[in-house]
């Protein structure tokens, strides 16, 4: 298990200095709350990010910026060291944030009168792409199967429902993908994105594939790219990415679509900057750091998370007996299911809040088969979430 005194980069900082941080994160709740909800880091900025949004400051570089290509270049050459995806730069385009590419992708891609598939439980967000869109939506929940990934042979684990996709598809002008897969913690293999890739190409289907948290990856599995499965892949993805969650810089406003069919860049060529927004500056500036210089703490910041993740296995049960939960493949974001936990069965955050004053996300709002689930992030110190785990140890949910 990492431990902090065992890193050189990554700086994790105590509660005081992160409340006068000021992030949503710890803003929202009272002060005697810990909050472990939105899915934000507690770590410091990763220092080539943080030096290089200081010396853009220093500079003043606050107008417009400059388009020399250096923001696709510095993308396209981390997708392909780090997930051997080749991406030309050309493909590539900047808007402020991953659900708005996600809504321009289906707006300017798929038919208006055609639905967009949702798997659930979601990212609460994808619930509201069709109103904002007007495009009805079709839910298919995602199942439960005999797994084959990292949990070892007999294991169980999170999947898409092949079948139902395919009856859903026959409706369908899109599906919104995330991959990895927020909040089940998946990571999905080769041939399972290659099975959705034949249904979607089959029926005419667009993916549009969320990777924001592909930085997040724990060994041994790994991130595979939709678009990159092969040539089909490539036709029917729109992948839509950002350094949000591998850097902690939601806030710069700087995401990246990549459109691996010349069909979608030459419609969205013609599409007005209004309709897609634009990356800030030095939402750029942080991208390009991140991806050039940002991998070694990266790997520091993913070894310290998958010892937060040796210590939830270790006291998590102890602390709620009862919790259901399987190591996350990626992300910072534990799906736990507690409805076998007395007091737990139903809404269970708002509880865990008002007894032991910690913060997770409720289930529900992820969909209704999140009833009796919470979404806990441990991306932060080990400090700060031996004190949850204290909390909720030390509390009753059935009196």
Not at 94 to 120: C, F, H, N, R
Not at 259 to 270: I, S, Y
Request: aromatic letters at 10%; charged letters at 25%; one cysteine or more.
């Amino acid at each position: 298990m990492t431990d902090s005194t065992d890193l050189k980069l990554v700086c994790v900082p105590d509660e005081t200095t992160l409340r006068r941080r000021g992030t949503m994160k710890w803003t929202v709740y009272p002060d005697d709350v810990l909050p472990a909800w939105v899915a934000e880091s507690d770590f410091a900025t990763c220092p080539v990010v943080h030096d290089a949004i200081r010396q853009a400051v220093d500079n003043e570089y606050f107008g417009y910026e400059r388009r020399d290509g250096s923001p696709q270049r510095a993308f396209a050459e981390f997708q392909r060291e780090r997930f051997g995806w080749d991406v030309d730069p050309k493909w590539v385009r900047l808007v402020p944030d991953v659900v708005k590419g996600v809504a321009v992708a289906i707006d300017e891609l798929t038919p208006a009168d055609s639905a967009i598939v949702i798997t659930t439980p979601s990212y609460f967000p994808f619930f509201d792409v069709p109103r904002a869109t007007k495009r009805p939506a079709i839910f298919v929940p995602m199942v439960r199967t005999a797994g084959s990934g990292t949990g070892g042979s007999g294991s169980e684990e999170w999947a898409f429902d092949y079948d139902a996709l395919d009856s859903a598809f026959e409706q369908a002008g899109s599906m919104i993908v995330c991959n990895p897969y927020n909040p089940l913690g998946r990571a999905f293999r080769p041939e399972e994105l290659q099975r959705l890739v034949e249904l979607a190409d089959r029926h005419g289907v667009r993916l549009i594939s969320d990777e924001i948290h592909a930085p997040v990856v724990y060994s041994p599995a790994t991130h595979t790219p939709t678009a990159s499965i092969s040539d089909v892949a490539a036709q029917v993805t729109v992948t839509v990415t950002a350094t949000s969650k591998g850097w902690n810089t939601a806030g710069l406003h700087c995401a990246q679509m990549v459109f691996t069919n010349p069909e979608d860049r030459a419609v969205m060529d013609k599409v007005h900057p209004l309709r897609t927004g634009a990356a800030s500056t030095l939402g750029q500036v942080s991208m390009m750091a991140a991806y050039v210089q940002g991998q070694e703490w990266l790997d520091e910041e993913l070894a310290y998370l998958s010892g937060n993740l040796d210590l939830l296995e270790q006291r998590l049960p102890q602390a709620l007996p009862g919790a259901q939960f399987e190591r996350p493949e990626a992300s910072f974001l534990l799906w736990v299911d507690l409805r076998g936990v007395p007091g737990l069965a139903e809404k269970p955050a708002a509880k865990i809040l008002e007894r032991a004053r910690v913060a997770f996300s409720e289930g529900t709002s992820f969909g209704d088969e999140g009833e009796g689930h919470v979404r806990i992030n441990f991306a932060t110190s080990r400090a700060i979430l031996n004190e949850i785990l204290d909390r909720l140890e030390a509390v009753s949910f059935t009196d």
